[in-house]
């Protein structure tokens, strides 16, 4: 089976937090893998770019054979209420926060990794950036390889590691418990070919409480404000250029974008309260 499709099935966080916690799921990924149809998955893989279009396809069956497992076998003990509920507060949170890409920002493909100072825009600092470059060679036979994975955000001292951190899941932003306890300025959150929102990040939850931020309603977006109702954290997310037969989206195999990412704004007058909280804070791009 395509190596793609195999990792995304290992890295369905589903599965990833019933193996966390103990469960064997060899049994529920073989139920998987055996009844993955060919035909039906084919509609999203783009042959000309050997990639698979963004899709709930794979996550469908691991709902199906995931909760049929653990029906049979925990039903008296298991509760999918806690950690593994979906989340709909930061998907539609998250859809409203969707914007054009910045244009001034550089792309992955032309950034330098190291330390450096978080850009400037409109009396906001960007605190933290994801950003997946789809390489050139996978699009365009003819050009030479560019592209790549931009990982940027704040570290509470100097030290080249990568700041964003899948520690926690982003259903936590919402009671105020985001990556209580970690050492760790932002968390970021990830999911692949899933009904949830491909990429987030948000800010420690014990920085939001010691800034005196509280969350706006998802219905807003993903952001915070201060005690006199002023936006001062922004979450911002965009997809771009997607790859089709033509200049739009065409087909079920064409929903690949050549850029997509998110950021996290901060306003200047809190990133300063930030830096005196911190005083080693410091600002560090990786790339992979």
Request: hydrophobic share 40%; with cysteine; proline share 3%.
């Amino acid at each position: 089976m395509n190596r793609q499709i195999l990792d995304n099935i290992n890295q369905n966080k589903y599965l990833v937090y019933l193996s966390n916690i103990g469960v064997d799921i060899n049994l529920i990924k073989d139920k998987i893998i055996k009844n993955v149809n060919e035909d039906e998955l084919n509609v999203f893989v783009n042959r000309s770019h050997q990639r698979l279009s963004p899709n709930a396809y794979l996550e469908s069956l691991v709902f199906k054979y995931m909760n049929e497992y653990l029906y049979n076998e925990h039903k008296s003990s298991f509760s999918l209420e806690s950690e593994m509920r979906l989340d709909v507060k930061t998907i539609i949170a998250t859809s409203i926060s969707l914007i054009q890409r910045p244009s001034y920002v550089l792309k992955p493909s032309d950034i330098v990794a190291g330390f450096k100072e978080p850009d400037y825009e409109n009396d906001f600092r960007i605190i933290s950036r994801f950003e997946r470059e789809l390489s050139e060679s996978e699009y365009d036979k003819e050009r030479s390889c560019k592209g790549g994975v931009i990982f940027e955000g704040l570290l509470p001292f100097e030290i080249a590691s990568n700041p964003l951190i899948e520690v926690d899941l982003s259903h936590h932003i919402w009671d105020n418990s985001y990556c209580i306890g970690v050492p760790c300025i932002q968390g970021f959150n990830s999911n692949f070919n899933s009904i949830e929102t491909q990429y987030v990040l948000w800010m420690n939850s014990e920085l939001l409480n010691t800034l005196e931020l509280r969350l706006d309603s998802y219905q807003h977006g993903l952001r915070a404000l201060n005690n006199n109702d002023e936006i001062v954290l922004i979450f911002r997310c965009w997809r771009e250029q997607l790859i089709g037969n033509g200049a739009s989206f065409v087909g079920a195999d064409s929903n690949i974008a050549k850029l997509e990412g998110c950021d996290l704004i901060l306003r200047e007058d809190y990133f300063k309260k930030l830096k005196k909280i911190i005083p080693n804070l410091v600002y560090y791009a990786e790339i992979m």
